[in-house]
């Protein structure tokens, strides 16, 4: 008995349903999959046009609910960050009650902490990359649910060949939960490219100023390397995927660009990659396959890793604009508090260098770390202000399981039911281990006076994007979404 299509069901979260940019992650699992034989559904606001118009919590629910009642399943996939922990355990919840299912988690918050989604009834969670082995928990479990009839006995026959499959965690038939030896990190060369072709791709790619944050394009999101050789201790991002860099082959990225042009017709595109400008290769190289289609892009990046010529050639092939995690003012709270190995002084120089070059920036800042003061967090706003950036991002520090921060201050107090209250923007005061209280009401207020200075700023590019506005074509949908943010505007 081969797995029909409709028997493994891949789930995106439903807080994501309201984002404009879609999940990487479950879209290399689904492609995965499929290139072993294994054909699935990705459950996501796509299949729901008509039924899904604003996002509400319980509407999306009941939508994946009554789709996996009429699908069927006998395997059930969700990926998860830690805010949407409480989300996925009632889906699985509800999910197991109705049906006999084998329900996996993976994702960054399953690497972290997967023994909280085994005590709450899910079967499997994945620690670390996901795409390998996802792929031989589904080939065994295909054998187990041919070689028998009833769910029970098919059950022990799981949890006896979860022993067998590496990054993976399990409870075993005493109840005891089992974390096995991790993967190894799987080649990137020949990368699979994300199955698009299983997602609704024109409501993610429509104009929008999300994805090239500040920038009205059609824009998609791609991943041309994997893993960040730095240990920032407020971050979990290589826990995932490590800390020695893997990149994806220059003829594997341009498919994919090539397939997001010429198919979607893609405008501009973000790169994922925790740490874009590593390798000078690698950076030039995709410059060029930018350059080829004709593409706006942007990536992320650190201040210790610019110089001029880098910015020019990268300008050159099309980039437009660096994301760059600052995140303080205060040389005590980068090297004590954050490990963050860098100083003001790069920064400075960085973004000075940048508004020379005519590159614009996107700083990211965040407050109320451990130990840090009122002055601590004025020279964060000082610097903000000095720098000048196009785009500003200021964030309460929120506990992130995984990161250095979560386990020396947070790991004995911060439980799974605080995970839907870790909100970048929030700033509880159970999670405030800094020198100042209301945090929320400094960090609006910032906000605001950071707001203004973006408008200042931008008004400064009016030039640059009218070139891009007579330059790239869309134009009418392009007035459109300027025009509907007029309103917004005249009605605030």
């Given at each position: 008995?081969s797995?029909?299509?409709?028997?493994?069901?891949?789930?995106?979260?439903?807080?994501?349903?309201?984002?404009?940019?879609?999940s990487?992650?479950?879209?290399?699992?689904s492609?995965?999959?499929?290139?072993?034989?294994?054909?699935?559904?990705?459950?996501?606001?796509?299949?729901?046009?008509?039924?899904?118009?604003?996002?509400?919590?319980?509407?999306?629910?009941?939508?994946?609910?009554d789709?996996?009642?009429?699908?069927?399943?006998?395997?059930?996939?969700?990926?998860?960050?830690?805010?949407?922990?409480?989300q996925?355990?009632?889906?699985?919840?509800?999910?197991?009650?109705?049906?006999?299912?084998?329900?996996?988690?993976?994702?960054?918050?399953?690497?972290?902490?997967?023994?909280?989604?085994?005590?709450?009834?899910?079967?499997?969670?994945?620690?670390?990359?996901g795409?390998?082995?996802?792929?031989?928990?589904?080939?065994?479990?295909?054998?187990?649910?041919?070689?028998q009839?009833?769910?029970?006995?098919?059950?022990?026959?799981?949890?006896?060949?979860?022993?067998?499959?590496?990054?993976?965690?399990?409870?075993?038939?005493?109840?005891?939960?089992?974390?096995?030896?991790?993967?190894?990190?799987?080649?990137?060369?020949?990368?699979?490219?994300?199955?698009?072709?299983?997602?609704?791709?024109?409501?993610?790619v429509?104009?929008?100023?999300?994805?090239?944050?500040?920038?009205?394009?059609?824009?998609?999101?791609?991943?041309?390397?994997?893993?960040?050789?730095?240990?920032?201790?407020?971050?979990?991002?290589?826990?995932?995927?490590?800390?020695?860099?893997r990149?994806?082959?220059?003829?594997?990225?341009?498919?994919?660009?090539?397939?997001?042009?010429?198919?979607?017709?893609?405008?501009?595109?973000?790169?994922?990659?925790?740490?874009?400008?590593?390798?000078?290769?690698?950076?030039?190289?995709?410059?060029?396959?930018?350059?080829?289609?004709?593409?706006?892009w942007?990536?992320?990046?650190?201040?210790?890793?610019?110089?001029?010529?880098?910015i020019?050639?990268?300008?050159?092939?099309?980039?437009?604009?660096?994301?760059?995690?600052?995140?303080?003012?205060?040389?005590?709270?980068l090297?004590?508090?954050?490990?963050?190995?860098?100083?003001?002084?790069?920064?400075?120089?960085?973004?000075?260098?940048?508004?020379?070059?005519?590159?614009?920036?996107?700083?990211?800042?965040?407050?109320?770390?451990?130990?840090?003061?009122?002055?601590?967090?004025?020279?964060?706003?000082?610097?903000?202000?000095?720098?000048?950036?196009?785009?500003?991002?200021?964030?309460?520090?929120?506990?992130?399981?995984?990161?250095?921060?979560?386990?020396?201050?947070?790991?004995?107090?911060?439980?799974?039911?605080?995970?839907?209250?870790?909100?970048?923007?929030?700033?509880?005061?159970?999670?405030?281990?800094s020198e100042?209280?209301?945090?929320?009401?400094?960090?609006?207020?910032?906000?605001?006076?950071?707001?203004?200075?973006?408008k200042?700023?931008?008004?400064?590019?009016?030039?640059?994007?009218?070139?891009?506005?007579?330059?790239?074509?869309?134009?009418?949908?392009?007035?459109?979404f300027?025009?509907?943010?007029?309103?917004?505007?005249?009605?605030?």
């Amino acid at each position: 008995m081969s797995f029909r299509k409709e028997d493994i069901v891949l789930i995106l979260p439903p807080r994501r349903w309201k984002d404009n940019r879609y999940s990487l992650g479950l879209l290399y699992v689904s492609a995965s999959l499929r290139a072993s034989g294994f054909d699935n559904i990705i459950i996501e606001r796509g299949l729901f046009k008509e039924k899904f118009k604003t996002y509400d919590f319980e509407l999306v629910k009941n939508l994946i609910l009554d789709k996996v009642r009429e699908i069927k399943p006998k395997i059930v996939g969700f990926t998860v960050n830690v805010q949407e922990f409480d989300q996925i355990i009632e889906l699985n919840t509800l999910l197991k009650k109705e049906m006999n299912i084998v329900t996996i988690v993976g994702g960054p918050q399953s690497t972290a902490r997967p023994s909280e989604f085994l005590r709450q009834g899910v079967d499997v969670a994945v620690v670390g990359e996901g795409e390998a082995t996802v792929v031989e928990l589904v080939k065994m479990l295909q054998y187990n649910f041919e070689q028998q009839k009833d769910f029970n006995e098919i059950k022990k026959q799981n949890i006896e060949g979860f022993k067998n499959i590496l990054g993976i965690a399990y409870q075993n038939l005493s109840g005891e939960i089992v974390i096995n030896a991790p993967r190894p990190y799987i080649d990137l060369t020949h990368q699979v490219l994300p199955v698009y072709d299983k997602i609704d791709v024109e409501s993610y790619v429509k104009i929008a100023d999300g994805t090239v944050r500040g920038l009205p394009l059609r824009s998609g999101i791609i991943l041309t390397s994997r893993g960040c050789p730095y240990d920032c201790t407020f971050c979990d991002c290589n826990k995932v995927f490590g800390q020695r860099v893997r990149y994806r082959g220059l003829t594997n990225v341009r498919a994919e660009v090539k397939l997001l042009k010429e198919k979607y017709d893609v405008e501009g595109i973000w790169l994922a990659d925790d740490t874009f400008t590593l390798n000078k290769e690698h950076i030039l190289g995709v410059g060029r396959i930018m350059k080829e289609f004709g593409i706006v892009w942007s990536c992320n990046t650190r201040v210790n890793l610019l110089d001029a010529e880098l910015i020019q050639e990268m300008k050159k092939n099309g980039c437009v604009q660096f994301d760059i995690g600052v995140e303080s003012g205060s040389p005590r709270v980068l090297d004590q508090v954050m490990h963050k190995r860098i100083s003001l002084d790069q920064i400075r120089k960085a973004f000075a260098l940048c508004r020379k070059l005519g590159m614009r920036t996107l700083a990211s800042f965040m407050m109320g770390l451990p130990t840090e003061t009122r002055e601590e967090m004025e020279q964060t706003m000082r610097l903000a202000k000095e720098i000048k950036a196009n785009f500003y991002v200021l964030s309460i520090f929120t506990p992130l399981p995984g990161s250095s921060l979560f386990d020396q201050y947070y790991q004995h107090e911060v439980t799974s039911e605080d995970y839907k209250n870790l909100n970048f923007f929030i700033g509880l005061e159970k999670f405030n281990k800094s020198e100042v209280k209301n945090l929320k009401e400094l960090n609006t207020k910032w906000r605001k006076e950071l707001a203004w200075l973006m408008k200042k700023e931008n008004l400064n590019s009016l030039w640059f994007i009218a070139k891009m506005f007579f330059k790239l074509k869309h134009k009418k949908e392009r007035i459109m979404f300027f025009w509907q943010k007029v309103k917004r505007l005249l009605i605030k």
